[in-house]
């Protein structure tokens, strides 16, 4: 018999545990039924499909769509703005203003020096990062969003500065050319603004890129 | 062999048929959807996309809720019951679509049975 929570998990992966669990168990027993006709498993299995309604890869996509819709807590919002484009731009909007925060409260970076150039690394601020992670990750998990999603929007503050370097970059290398210097200090610019960040939301994210806990029984 | 009607009428339709079958017991979604194959032979038909969509937003708006129950044989399923404010939608929605049926027939001659 095929394992239908894989298959359903395969198909439906940002599904909570109890809808996978309910759909695989509609299916199953529509197997069942269609197996009691003493077809072979090929056939039991295609017709359990078709019954079913989920004969091609797109009737799978609607099948997420309208369950996404119909359990979906927000309201006027569509599932792409509720689960990366809202908690993404709160989990940046909170860096921000946690660093404009720190730095009117006059918490001083601590200045590091590597190969003779100064890197100022605003630890403060990336103590803070780790909450704002978790923000953007819960609000995107609350909205049904895949792990990726949830992962993006609780990173998007350093995926935003790295995409902001990458284009300053170019420029950079046209109007410095090409030096040593010039590199290592993208690099360090990269570890500070991008990777130190990255790290510190990574771990306030963590946390919820685990599936809720479902409330009814079956795993 | 009765006639499938189309999805989309059918869609509108989903509500009154889960309320009404819910109303006579609690059900799991399997057995809704193969019990409204069977009384309406063959008419209604529900797939996965098309009634547990339906199921979880009712049970969105406080018309049902579903509990895990495990059967003898060790299978789990999650059965829908009737609550206070579906069972008070019924009506309403059996008068509406009463409602609908005689404009219909006034218009093109299409009268429930």
């Known amino acids: 018999m095929p394992d239908w929570k894989k298959l359903v998990r395969q198909n439906l992966p940002a599904a909570d545990q109890e809808v996978v669990a309910e759909v695989a168990s509609h299916l199953e027993e529509t197997y069942d039924l269609a197996s009691s006709c003493g077809c072979s498993t090929e056939a039991a299995l295609e017709l359990t499909l078709r019954q079913a309604g989920l004969e091609a890869g797109k009737d799978w996509r609607v099948l997420a769509k309208q369950i996404r819709r119909s359990i979906s807590q927000e309201g006027p919002m569509n599932h792409r703005t509720s689960s990366l484009w809202f908690p993404a731009l709160l989990t940046l909007l909170g860096a921000s203003v946690s660093l404009m925060a720190t730095q009117i409260l006059g918490v001083q970076p601590?200045?590091?020096w590597v190969r003779g150039m100064g890197v100022t690394?605003?630890?403060p601020w990336l103590a803070t990062l780790p909450v704002f992670g978790a923000i953007g990750a819960s609000l995107s998990r609350r909205a049904h969003a895949s792990v990726?999603?949830?992962?993006?929007?609780?990173l998007s503050p350093a995926l935003i500065m790295l995409t902001v370097m990458l284009i300053v970059l170019p420029w950079g290398l046209v109007l410095d050319g090409l030096h040593f210097f010039t590199l290592v200090s993208f690099g360090l610019g990269l570890a500070n603004w991008v990777a130190l960040p990255a790290f510190a939301l990574f771990l306030g994210a963590l946390p919820f890129l685990r599936e809720p806990q479902a409330i009814g029984p079956p795993r | 062999m009765t006639k499938r009607i189309s999805s989309?009428?059918?869609r509108g339709s989903g509500e009154l048929a889960i309320l009404s079958l819910l109303a006579e017991q609690p059900l799991y979604g399997f057995e809704i959807a193969k019990q409204i194959g069977e009384r309406t032979g063959g008419a209604l038909q529900f797939t996965l996309a098309s009634l547990y969509?339906?199921?979880?937003e009712m049970e969105k708006r406080g018309w049902v809720e579903g509990h895990w129950q495990t059967n003898q044989g060790g299978r789990d399923r999650r059965y829908y019951r009737l609550t206070t404010a579906g069972r008070k939608q019924l009506a309403p929605l059996r008068q509406e679509w009463q409602a609908f049926f005689h404009a219909l027939d006034a218009i093109a001659g299409v009268s429930h049975a």
């Open chain 1, 121 to 123: 690394l605003y630890w």
């Open chain 1, 148 to 154: 990726l999603t949830r992962l993006t929007a609780g």
């Open chain 1, 110 to 112: 601590r200045l590091v």
């Open chain 2, 53 to 56: 969509p339906l199921l979880y």
């Open chain 2, 8 to 10: 989309k009428i059918s």
